[in-house]
């Protein structure tokens, strides 16, 4: 019952995460540098600047009206003055309230341009660390619906950076408008308007100001509207991102192993997955993989043998059992440091839509275009990618039709080998260990090859048969064809076929 319960905590805490963190960032500028926050309080006056100089633009426009108004009135009432004089006058004014009118367009232009750019770029930049922060464990992603972290970054993520970026300028500027129009001294002139007594200019200055409100009005809404499901939405992101990852890559704490070997040490390890509780896929599995040697696991499909290595990657939690590297207890290593030291090929490589180029640069930040070239040499992908019509810059998507599932899993040994890692961990990837082997100068590390097929892993220094998630045999092939085991038995099947 005790040990139920342990495993029901280690299943839940990889779908949920860890306890809530107490001091977990709240606030979505938290996620911006100090240059963001410089960036959006630059915007931020600028916006509000921008908003409060918009109803200048009427009382230019009603003493523009004014003094046209004046000067037909003088010439009516006064039709035998010198008129040159009158409209001399006139023009100097207009004149002037012409260039008034250009500054100021100049200047609104000028700040409400900085606040948007400002706001875009702030936005996208503290958005893109909110992505970033956004880890979820394997476990999570089985939990969940295949649309629901996308969404979540997709949908969710991207209103929060809407609201943070046009809508957060837009609803700035527009109430830093609305109040200023309400500060026009409107009741006064709504009385001159009635009783008659208002001139030109007022009316005009009235008219074009009340027009502007109502455009503030109807421009702050739609905004309102987005800053709402912004905060929705930032709310439902920060409350899943408080609940820390177990295996959160970016964490840094977790010891490195200095002198580094690469002796792997499975010690009566269990393994169930949370979307299965009641299936035990791994039951008390204990072997071990030395450093320089090639381990290859085999068995019959669905025994366990991913599963292994979905282990060694701490991709899931062992529900009992250790796992050590060099005689340390993985889990308490840091995770970033464990995995830059393992090359894995997964059963079924995942291309993303990009040319084979940078698929195989994904392997290593920093690395020039002869390392790229020879990790394909090495991955025996050179050959056939040169003889694409594109070459290196072809471009291979996940449903890509251009090759086949043999090259595209040679494309992924390329970005393994490209790191030149102290563990490969190869899954149904034989091919490979194959060229590998037969390559000299090739450099010796812990090689872990998950085989199907047991013609590809006879040279292997160590072999693990497992069947339903227990290892029955463990020996060279020799040793076990001559033992006339379960390995001998699958041998027979497979030499029938
Ligand atoms: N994420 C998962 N959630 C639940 N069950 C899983 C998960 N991954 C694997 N399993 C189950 O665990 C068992 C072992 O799977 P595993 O992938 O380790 O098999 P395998 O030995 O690699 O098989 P194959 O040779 O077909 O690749 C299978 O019964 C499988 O259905
Ligand atoms: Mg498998």
């Known amino acids: 019952m005790d040990s139920d319960d342990r495993v029901k905590r280690i299943l839940n805490r990889q779908v949920h995460g860890l306890a809530p963190d107490p001091f977990a960032r709240k606030s979505l500028y938290s996620y911006s540098t100090p240059r963001d926050k410089v960036i959006i309080v630059i915007s931020f006056i600028c916006a509000i600047l921008g908003g409060v100089l918009n109803p200048l633009i009427s009382v230019i426009y009603g003493q523009t009206v004014g003094t046209l108004g004046t000067h037909h009135q003088a010439r009516a009432d006064c039709p035998d003055s010198d008129p040159d004089s009158g409209t001399a006058d006139a023009r100097r004014q207009l004149l002037r309230f012409t260039l008034y009118w250009i500054y100021l367009a100049a200047a609104i232009f000028v700040l409400i341009y900085t606040a948007a750019v400002g706001f875009y770029y702030a936005g996208e930049r503290v958005a893109r660390a909110l992505r970033n922060a956004y880890h979820r464990t394997w476990a999570f992603f089985d939990a969940h619906a295949p649309g629901a972290v996308a969404s979540r970054i997709m949908s969710d993520m991207t209103h929060v950076q809407e609201g943070i970026t046009s809508k957060l300028a837009i609803a700035l500027t527009a109430l830093a408008t609305k109040p200023e129009g309400a ?24 008219a074009i100001v009340v027009v502007m409100g109502a455009f503030g009005i109807v421009r702050i809404a739609p905004a309102a509207q987005a800053l709402v499901a912004t905060v929705s939405s930032a709310s439902v992101i920060f409350r899943e991102m408080a609940r820390r990852s177990p295996q959160d890559p970016f964490d840094p704490s977790g010891a490195v192993i200095e002198d580094f070997k690469g002796n792997i040490e499975l010690r009566g390890v269990s393994l169930v997955y949370t979307k299965r509780p009641d299936a035990q896929v ?36 062992p529900t009992k059992g250790k796992l050590c590297l060099d005689g340390v207890d993985i889990p308490t290593l840091n995770l970033r440091w464990l ?22 640069r994904y392997g290593r930040l920093y690395c020039d275009s002869d390392q790229i070239i020879s990790a394909a040499k090495m991955a025996n992908a050179h050959d056939f990618i040169m003889a694409l019509p594109d070459g290196y ?67 292997a220094d160590l072999i693990c048969v497992v069947e339903r998630g227990r290892v029955v045999e463990m020996a060279t092939h020799e040793e076990l064809v001559r033992g006339r085991g379960r390995y001998w038995e699958l041998l027979e099947i497979q030499d029938l076929q």
């Open 339 to 360: 995995r830059g030291q393992i090359g894995l090929v997964r059963q079924q490589p995942i291309l993303f839509d990009t040319t084979i180029y940078e698929k195989i």
């Open 393 to 459: 810059q072809t471009r291979v998507g996940e449903n890509s039709t251009q090759i086949s599932g043999g090259q595209k899993q040679r494309i992924a040994i390329g970005r393994a080998l490209l790191r030149d890692p102290e563990i490969l961990l190869l899954d149904e990837a034989t091919s490979a260990l194959e060229s590998l082997a037969s390559q000299s100068g090739q450099k010796k590390r812990t090689n872990i090859a998950v085989a199907h097929r047991l013609s590809t892993v006879r040279k």
């Open 183 to 206: 500060l026009s001294p409107r009741p006064v002139h709504c009385v001159f308007l009635v009783q008659g007594g208002a001139s030109i200019a007022q009316i005009s200055t009235i």
């Open 282 to 317: 791994m039951k008390e599995v204990s072997f071990s993989c030395h450093a320089m040697k090639t381990t290859a696991i085999v068995g019959t499909s669905g025994s366990g043998k991913s599963s292994s290595v979905n282990l060694l990657e701490r991709f899931y939690e």
